[in-house]
């Protein structure tokens, strides 16, 4: 498997789970936001509502208290008590023990005269025939005004009571102290930047907000026609995002405006929001780190598998080549070694018939000698061509003895000594001397070892070395053997062959390109395996593990 | 075993006479011809049946068999005449070359197994230890 493959898996499995992760996170952190945005912002409108209510009730009872209070005054005294300055002076007097909303008390006639006057100004004279408030309370008996200036130069309000005696109509009236009244307003404000102020019919304030310059846009909707219960609306101006709750008084067509700063009143909501986004954060941050974990640890894993299993498939292709060779040979030597010796006794009969004297007289005898010499010769060549991939059909039990290996590869060398010392090759010796005896089969060993040694000394040619290594390994149990040249080594091509039946570097006739399969069946019949490691230009290791002890 | 040349045992005075049986009939033509010329009596036939035929009517102290024949093949062959007649050295020829084969054969009482192509030198000289050995014994 190509690692070009793995990956794009890799990427294939992070996209799959992180989508399927992260999906169902973003619609879970959105959906539970937006749900506790909805419903935390109606709570809020609904706290403002009941607010606005609570507030309009207390404003209505104020008012409503006040009305009473002077209607009570009015008639619980006589117009002739009332008409006398100094009783009047003392009534205020009295009622102002308890509190100054009152800041003056005054008695008109009904020809808007001021009878009486109890209070600060010198309004004693004054004629209120002409005034609206002063037509309205002839009519309706009751009225409150709105906030105004009047006579007076700064903003009052006016509660006037009729009251009829003998036949005539009379008019209490008292001014009330605006101050106070804002302050009634104002009282209760939620946030810091929360706002409570009043207006009338046509917008103009009748109390003064907390804080200066209030824009008619803000509560212009809520304007015309009196409606009963509290309605919130958002306002949104530049920098400025605030709820606005309305609602009309009863005793007098005043509407409540409330502010509430909305940053402040979602307080609670934003740090929802940035819990949520802390949240979602740090799952994106632990899928990820998770997915990418789980994603590589699964990819090497695949490679791994993929490794081991391109090694088995190798293994078997090479083991599968054996078999088929094993009996190509069977084959082959039936059919090929029977002409043969065909082939053999006929030169053999010849060469009998040779020696007879008459022939030996021929001109060309020595000529008919050689041939036959030849015809013998190369029938042996093919003869011991086939023997050797006989070699695999053999199903010869090895031959088990205790072999310590070292001695094994040093009398293997004695073969070649010769071989090595006219080609100028240094033999490197690098022995383990602590290696254990195996049970195996020194004959069989020697011929692989032989072999090695033959190709590594024909890659080599001439100048060179020869490292030979041994070592234990003791995970494994297994003897290793190394054989280093310092040849010219091999091109992926032809190491992906070299165990290949018949496969073979060298000119025809000097190689059958059966040493290194023979070599290779051999080891396996032993139970162990040979490998090499080979770069072109910097030469070939040979490296067969052996198992101490083999139990085939 | 004792080095004996083609002379040597060509100068044998009434050497050990020999059936050759193999169904390659120009091998076996060839072969008893080289063989007299050695001073061996030779008969070749071409089957397991005829030799056993042959057998039954002339005696013989050494037989080359081979072991890849049509029909009765060289093993079966070697049994009857290990049956028959005990005192017959049998030397299995095979072109075959499985090692197994040989050792069933050696099994069975043949005397050695020879791997095609040998040189008739060595078909010579076992064929003569062999009928030594069966004279000692």
Redesign the interface.
């Known amino acids: 498997m190509s690692g070009l493959g793995l990956k794009g898996l890799g990427a294939k499995i992070a996209i799959t789970a992180l989508s399927f992760s992260l999906v169902p996170l973003i619609a879970l952190g959105v959906t539970m936001y937006s749900m506790f945005a909805a419903t935390y912002n109606s709570k809020v409108q609904t706290n403002l509502a009941t607010l606005a209510e609570n507030k309009r009730q207390g404003i209505d009872l104020f008012l409503r208290e006040q009305i009473a209070q002077l209607r009570t005054l009015a008639y619980s005294h006589s117009v002739k008590d009332l008409s006398s300055p100094e009783l009047l002076e003392s009534i205020l007097a009295t009622m102002q023990l308890s509190s100054k909303t009152f800041i003056d008390l005054g008695l008109i006639n009904e020809e808007g005269v001021h009878v009486s006057y109890s209070g600060p100004y010198n309004l004693s004279h004054a004629n209120y025939k002409n005034e609206k408030w002063f037509n309205e309370v002839m009519l309706r008996k009751v009225y409150v005004s709105d906030v105004f200036e009047g006579f007076r130069g700064f903003p009052h309000m006016v509660i006037a009571v009729q009251k009829q005696e003998k036949g005539k109509v009379w008019i209490l009236r008292a001014t009330i102290d605006s101050d106070i009244f804002d302050s009634l307003v104002r009282w209760l404000q939620l946030g810091d930047l929360g706002d409570a102020y009043l207006v009338n019919r046509a917008g103009d304030l009748q109390t003064r907000p907390r804080f200066g310059n209030k824009s008619r846009d803000i509560y212009a909707p809520l304007l015309g026609t009196p409606f009963s219960g509290a309605k919130v609306m958002q306002y949104e101006a530049d920098q400025k995002e605030i709820f606005v709750g309305g609602i009309w008084l009863e005793q007098k067509e005043w509407l409540l405006v409330i502010e509430e700063d909305k940053r402040g009143e979602l307080q609670p909501l934003f740090k929802t929001r940035m819990a949520t986004w802390g949240v979602m954060g740090g799952g994106f941050v632990v899928i990820i780190l998770g997915t990418l974990i789980m994603t590589r640890m699964i990819v090497a894993q695949q490679e791994n598998a993929g490794r081991q299993q391109a090694q088995m498939n190798e293994e078997l292709i090479q083991s599968s080549k054996m078999a088929a060779l094993g009996k190509l040979a069977?084959g082959v030597?039936?059919e090929?070694?029977?002409p043969?010796?065909?082939?053999?006794?006929?030169a053999?009969?010849m060469r009998?018939l040779l020696e007879e004297e008459d022939v030996k007289a021929s001109p060309n005898f020595q000529e008919f000698v050689d041939a036959v010499d030849k015809i013998e010769q190369h029938?042996?060549r093919?003869?011991t061509v086939?023997?050797r991939m006989?070699g695999f059909?053999?199903?010869?039990e090895p031959v088990c003895n205790d072999l310590y290996i070292n001695d094994v590869l040093k009398q293997t060398t004695t073969f070649l000594e010769n071989e090595i010392r006219f080609r100028n090759i240094e033999l490197i010796w690098a022995l383990n001397p602590d290696l254990p005896t195996i049970q195996s089969d020194a004959a069989q060993i020697q011929q692989v070892i032989l072999n090695l040694f033959n190709n590594a000394i024909d890659a080599i040619g001439r100048n060179g070395h020869i490292t030979v290594k041994t070592g234990y390994e003791a995970e494994t149990d297994m003897v290793s053997i190394s054989l280093r040249d310092d040849g010219p080594g091999m091109d992926k091509e032809v190491q992906r062959r070299i165990f290949d039946p018949f496969y073979t570097t060298k000119n025809v006739g000097k190689g059958t390109g059966l040493g290194l399969s023979i070599s290779y069946s051999i080891i396996n019949k032993l139970g162990g395996s040979i490998r090499f490691e080979s770069e072109a230009g910097k030469g070939t290791e040979f490296i067969i593990l052996l198992p101490v002890k083999h139990h085939d | 075993m004792t080095e004996k040349t083609d002379v040597q045992i060509a100068l044998v005075h009434a050497g050990p006479s020999v059936l050759v049986v193999d169904d390659e009939q120009d091998f076996v033509e060839t072969l008893v011809k080289r063989m007299e010329r050695r001073g061996f009596k030779v008969t070749g036939v071409g089957s397991g049946q005829e030799a056993l035929l042959l057998l039954g009517k002339e005696h013989f102290d050494v037989v080359i068999l081979d072991v890849m024949m049509p029909g009765m093949d060289g093993i079966e062959t070697l049994r009857e005449i290990k049956l028959a007649w005990p005192k017959i050295q049998v030397i299995l020829l095979s072109g075959h070359g499985g090692e197994e084969m040989g050792i069933r054969g050696m099994a069975y009482g043949a005397y050695a197994y020879l791997l095609k192509p040998v040189a008739l030198k060595t078909i010579v000289e076992t064929a003569y230890i062999a009928f030594e050995e069966a004279g000692v014994r």
């Open positions: 069977a030597a039936h090929v070694n029977n043969l010796a065909v082939i053999r006794e006929k053999g009969w009998d029938v042996e093919a003869g086939v023997h006989l059909a053999r199903r010869m």
